[in-house]
């Protein structure tokens, strides 16, 4: 079936340095959506992409969407202790329902 | 807070035993979404409802089932539990149908656990 792999699964980085997950999907979206969970919280809405190829920021979050609409990455820079979470991309396959296929998460730790 | 409301917070019951999630969301907002979170594990989307008529359906188990009520709160049914059906429900909603193009507003989730 459809699915939205995301990698890594986890990641521990010491406090300022970079972070960087991959999202991938075995078909090709029409976008794809970032959500943020902190620990014990609820997904929260960050950013839509849509264009291929398309890149959007905010602040130190880097989004972009791949040439082929089939992945996408959420960069940090200079990780902080806030951005602590569960990262997940989530799209929706160009051919299927309108359903949001979530992906399997990556958890950041950030260590002072 | 996102608007978003959902009882109770915790559920806590026994196998075999039939539970009701309660929703509310955001004013203004036509469509619901059920997702289920288990332990170290993703968000798998059971259903979705817009407008009161059941608009996309995920891996929702038969035993399971939701309703959208005219004001637009949704409950989500959970019978025959079983030990694995422990997890955290969410609930969320958007304004359109299309949840690929409006984002999706999460409750605060209704964790259950069976025993």
Same mark, same amino acid.
């Given at each position: 079936g459809q699915q ?7 990641? *521990?980085?010491?406090?300022?340095e970079? @972070?960087t997950t991959?999202c ?15 620990? /014990?919280? *609820?997904p929260v ?5 849509v264009k291929?190829?398309?890149?959007k920021?905010q602040?130190?979050?880097?989004f972009? @969407?791949?040439?082929a609409?089939?992945?996408s990455?959420? *960069?940090?820079?200079a990780?902080?202790?806030t951005?602590? /979470?569960?990262?997940?991309?989530? /799209?929706? *396959?160009?051919y299927?329902t309108?359903?949001?296929i979530?992906g399997t998460?990556t ?5 002072p | 807070?996102?608007?978003v409301?959902?009882?109770? &917070? =915790? ?5 075999? #035993? +039939?539970?009701t999630?309660?929703?509310s969301? %955001?004013s203004?907002?036509?469509s619901?979404?059920w997702?289920?979170? $288990? ?7 059971l259903?979705?409802y817009?407008?009161?008529?059941? +608009?996309a &359906? ?5 035993r399971?089932?939701? #309703?959208q009520f005219p004001?637009? =709160?949704?409950e !989500?049914n959970l019978? $025959?539990?079983? !030990?694995?059906?422990?997890?955290l ?5 958007s304004? +359109?149908?299309?949840s ?9 989730g209704? %964790?259950?656990?069976?025993?």
């Amino acid at each position: 079936g459809q699915q939205v792999m995301q990698i890594p699964q986890y990641q *521990h980085v010491q406090e300022g340095e970079d @972070f960087t997950t991959y999202c991938n999907s075995s078909t090709t979206l029409s976008n794809i959506q970032w959500y943020k969970q902190r620990p /014990g919280g *609820h997904p929260v809405f960050l950013i839509q992409l849509v264009k291929s190829g398309e890149v959007k920021k905010q602040k130190r979050l880097t989004f972009q @969407f791949g040439e082929a609409k089939k992945n996408s990455s959420l *960069h940090i820079t200079a990780t902080q202790t806030t951005d602590v /979470g569960t990262y997940f991309c989530a /799209g929706r *396959h160009r051919y299927n329902t309108d359903k949001l296929i979530f992906g399997t998460g990556t958890r950041l730790q950030v260590f002072p | 807070d996102s608007g978003v409301t959902q009882t109770p &917070k =915790h559920l806590i019951t026994a196998t075999g #035993q +039939r539970v009701t999630l309660r929703c509310s969301p %955001r004013s203004g907002d036509l469509s619901v979404y059920w997702y289920q979170q $288990s332990l170290d594990q993703g968000l798998q989307f059971l259903i979705q409802y817009y407008n009161g008529e059941e +608009r996309a &359906k995920g891996n929702i188990l038969e035993r399971f089932s939701a #309703q959208q009520f005219p004001d637009l =709160h949704s409950e !989500l049914n959970l019978s $025959s539990l079983e !030990l694995g059906d422990s997890a955290l429900y969410f609930c969320a909603s958007s304004a +359109r149908g299309d949840s690929s193009v409006s984002e999706q507003f999460f409750g605060p989730g209704t %964790r259950l656990t069976v025993l």
